[in-house]
């Protein structure tokens, strides 16, 4: 059966600013970060995201990031910089490897959790495909999938879905929304994924 996203409760809609990664779900006061890890090294947040306080774009690095001391404004840097924190940070389950400065990637989940998000330097466009990579997004999409959760990739503004039996490339998605469909085979559960403007009838919420 197809089930489609109005009754759907697998339909999700993203867009490049529809939720900006740098947003924070948790603040410097309430992480609960993993013991024994850190940012020492890394500065990759402060690359790959958009910090608007800042008027800083996503994959430029801040100007005020030097790489011998840190940020340069560490007393009165934005709040969304001190509230934020990579899975890497938050989860004791994402492997020590996925460290951002060691894997050219920051892990980060999507308000909702429906979503795991690996976002890419893209100088370092392929890094998701490298090992132990690819094998552990496809373990947590083998995971995730089972109860209507989703890995994606994102390398600038492409979007890729990582499924347990294959990549899904929708494209340079931009400020449009991605439609999920789910159905069920004789192997399990199946998604689809529909690319959206935001103003088709079908991007609209249903009804309560
Ligand atoms: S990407 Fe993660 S580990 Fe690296 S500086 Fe940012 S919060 Fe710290
Ligand atoms: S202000 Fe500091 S913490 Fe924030 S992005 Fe720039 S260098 Fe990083």
Same mark, same amino acid.
């Given at each position: 059966?197809?089930?489609?996203?109005?009754?759907?409760?697998?339909?999700?809609?993203?867009?490049? #600013?529809?939720?900006?990664? /740098?947003?924070?779900? @948790?603040?410097? +006061? =309430? %992480?609960?970060? $993993?013991?024994?890890?850190?940012?020492?090294?890394?500065?990759?947040?402060?690359?790959?995201?958009?910090?608007?306080?800042?008027?800083?774009?996503?994959?430029?690095?801040?100007?005020?990031?030097?790489?011998?001391?840190?940020?340069?404004?560490?007393?009165?840097?934005?709040?969304?910089?001190?509230?934020?924190?990579?899975?890497?940070?938050?989860?004791?389950?994402?492997?020590? #490897?996925?460290?951002?400065? /060691?894997?050219?990637? @920051?892990?980060? +989940? =999507? %308000?909702?959790? $429906?979503?795991?998000?690996?976002?890419?330097?893209?100088?370092?466009?392929?890094?998701?495909?490298?090992?132990?990579?690819?094998?552990?997004?496809?373990?947590?999409?083998?995971?995730?999938?089972?109860?209507?959760?989703?890995?994606?990739?994102?390398?600038?503004?492409?979007?890729?879905?990582?499924?347990?039996?294959?990549?899904?490339?929708?494209?340079?998605?931009?400020?449009?929304?991605?439609?999920?469909?789910?159905?069920?085979?004789?192997?399990?559960?199946?998604?689809?994924?529909?690319?959206?403007?935001?103003?088709?009838?079908?991007?609209?919420?249903?009804?309560?």
């Amino acid at each position: 059966m197809n089930r489609h996203h109005r009754d759907d409760p697998a339909f999700h809609a993203i867009g490049r #600013h529809g939720e900006n990664p /740098r947003q924070n779900f @948790v603040t410097e +006061a =309430t %992480a609960n970060l $993993v013991t024994g890890r850190n940012c020492d090294g890394c500065y990759m947040c402060c690359k790959l995201f958009e910090i608007p306080t800042l008027a800083k774009p996503e994959n430029v690095w801040c100007t005020n990031c030097d790489f011998g001391s840190g940020c340069t404004i560490y007393e009165s840097r934005p709040q969304e910089c001190r509230d934020f924190f990579c899975h890497y940070r938050l989860d004791k389950d994402v492997p020590e #490897h996925w460290k951002p400065n /060691r894997s050219h990637m @920051v892990l980060k +989940a =999507t %308000a909702d959790g $429906v979503r795991i998000v690996a976002h890419v330097d893209p100088k370092r466009p392929m890094a998701w495909r490298a090992e132990p990579y690819y094998r552990d997004l496809k373990a947590w999409a083998a995971n995730r999938i089972q109860v209507d959760k989703q890995v994606h990739v994102r390398i600038g503004a492409r979007t890729i879905v990582v499924l347990p039996d294959r990549d899904v490339d929708l494209g340079e998605i931009g400020d449009k929304l991605i439609l999920t469909r789910k159905s069920w085979t004789p192997q399990g559960p199946r998604f689809d994924f529909e690319v959206l403007a935001r103003d088709d009838p079908r991007a609209r919420p249903p009804r309560p």
